[in-house]
Nanobody, 121 residues
Framework: QVQLVESGGGLVHIGGSQRLACTAS????????IAWFRQAPGKEREGLSF???????LYRDSVKGRFTISRDNAKNTVYLEMNNLKPEDTAVYYC???????????????WGQGTQVTVSS
C-alpha cells in the first residue's frame, strides 16, 4: 500500500524543539520530492519546505533558519527538525509527495494523515 505516515507531533514549550518524521511505505521515497505542510485552525494549508530527489531544499520565509528538512533514504523517511518554536507554529503538520519542485498543495497528490504540533507556554 502506497502511503505516507507522519509521527513526532505533540505538545512543546515556546522556544522548544520538535522533530517530525514522514515515513513512506509502498514506494521509494528517495525518488520523489517530499514536502512538509501545515494547517492551523481557520487557516489555509501552507507549504513549509521540500526536499527533492537530489537533496535540493526550499523553505518558506517564516520558517527559514528555524526548520530543517532532511532525508534518510535507508529508513525511507524525511524529517522536519523544528527549533525555536512559537505559538503560531501550532498546527497539524502533513507530509506529501510530488514529482514537482513545489510548495503548492495542488501539486501534491499523495498526503499523510497529519500530526498535531501544539506550542504553548
Amino acid at each position: 500500500q502506497v502511503q505516507l505516515v507522519e509521527s513526532g507531533g505533540g505538545l512543546v514549550h515556546i522556544g522548544g524543539s520538535q522533530r517530525l518524521a514522514c515515513t513512506a511505505s509502498g514506494f521509494t521515497l528517495a525518488s520523489w520530492t517530499i514536502a512538509w505542510f501545515r494547517q492551523a485552525p481557520g487557516k489555509e494549508r501552507e507549504g513549509l519546505s521540500f526536499i527533492s530527489s537530489t537533496f535540493r531544499t526550499l523553505y518558506r520565509d517564516s520558517v527559514k533558519g528555524r526548520f530543517t528538512i532532511s532525508r534518510d533514504n535507508a529508513k525511507n523517511t524525511v524529517y522536519l527538525e523544528m527549533n525555536n518554536l512559537k505559538p503560531e507554529d501550532t498546527a497539524v503538520y502533513y507530509c506529501a509527495r510530488s514529482r514537482l519542485l513545489s510548495l503548492k498543495s495542488s501539486d501534491f497528490p499523495l498526503w499523510g494523515q497529519g500530526t498535531q504540533v501544539t506550542v504553548s507556554s
